[in-house]
């Protein structure tokens, strides 16, 4: 899929067979570490929810993350096969290839852990990107995980309410893309 700068998108992917993708809070961690390196360089993620068997991420685009243009020449990368690679496609497949493979070293496991396409859904409107917010943040309880949102520890939820610190959300640009401010978005 190609992405747009400037435009905000929710990406999802689940496990293959629904297998548990995280399965220690450990694994929580890691995942977020993993999106700090590889996807923060270029979007600006807005909200977050890691499901036992799926994550949900809403983020925006940043211009260096956008796909290059057709019309533009990709420079060279000889240890790339001469293809250079940049953009949020690159950064959301080595996040999941780079999480899969120090999953499958800790427990063991071979082959692939998520399926093979990342869902990345353009949030076109003010409306739908504060649906899109609640319904990511929602899941958890949703899913008979908690009562309430904010309870649940693996999701921006908390930190929207200012429950808790979070250095992976861009609140700021969360506030001027989605409309809601922190402390009164849960």
Not at 11 to 37: D, G, P
Not at 89 to 102: C, E, K
């Amino acid at each position: 899929m190609s992405y747009t700068a400037g435009e905000v998108y929710h990406l999802c992917n689940q496990s293959n067979s629904y297998v548990r993708i995280f399965r220690e809070a450990e694994n929580y961690r890691f995942f977020l570490q993993k999106v700090t390196t590889h996807l923060l360089p270029v979007a600006d993620v807005l909200c977050y929810c890691l499901m036992p068997d799926h994550f949900h991420l809403m983020i925006h685009v940043r211009p260096e993350g956008a796909a290059p243009s057709a019309s533009i020449k990709p420079q060279s990368d000889p240890q790339k096969g001469g293809q250079f690679q940049s953009g949020v496609s690159h950064a959301i497949r080595i996040l999941l290839s780079s999480y899969t493979r120090a999953y499958n070293r800790r427990y063991k496991n071979r082959g692939t852990l998520f399926r093979s396409r990342t869902n990345g859904i353009w949030v076109d409107s003010p409306g739908y990107r504060l649906r899109c917010f609640h319904y990511i943040h929602e899941n958890p309880v949703k899913d008979g995980l908690v009562a309430i949102a904010t309870k649940y520890p693996h999701s921006s939820a908390a930190a929207w309410a200012d429950l808790r610190d979070d250095q992976l959300c861009n609140f700021v640009a969360g506030e001027r893309l989605l409309g809601v401010r922190r402390g009164r978005a849960a």
